[in-house]
């Protein structure tokens, strides 16, 4: 099943940004993941704004694969710079629909 790692960054140091921006996608790749968006173009259409100065969506096609980039020794220093100069939320969706209205979008199991 295909799945979304949704990405939340509030910079706070930005000496990171430049090697991770560079490598990270080859090893996200490396894991089957496809960057959908990585920006800083953020619009808040609803609810309160939060103070996010990046957010990356990238698609992977099983959960697995998610795991092992997230997981994978030479994203390791990527990963402690990014959380060292940054506030980071990184989540996990499925594709599915919870309700199980839209037809052409699996039940959850």
Known sequence: MTVFLIA????TDDAWIPDYAAKVH???AKHNG??????GNIE??????TDETL????QFPSREDALG???DPEYAPYGKARQEGSVSHFRLIDDSDIA?????LPKPA
């Open 8 to 11: 939340e960054v509030k910079v």
């Open 26 to 28: 080859d090893i996200a």
């Open 34 to 39: 496809r960057y959908l968006s990585r920006s």
């Open 44 to 49: 808040t259409l609803e609810g309160e704004k």
């Open 55 to 58: 957010i990356a969506l990238i």
């Open 69 to 71: 980039f997230a997981n």
């Open 100 to 104: 199980g209205a839209i037809e052409y």
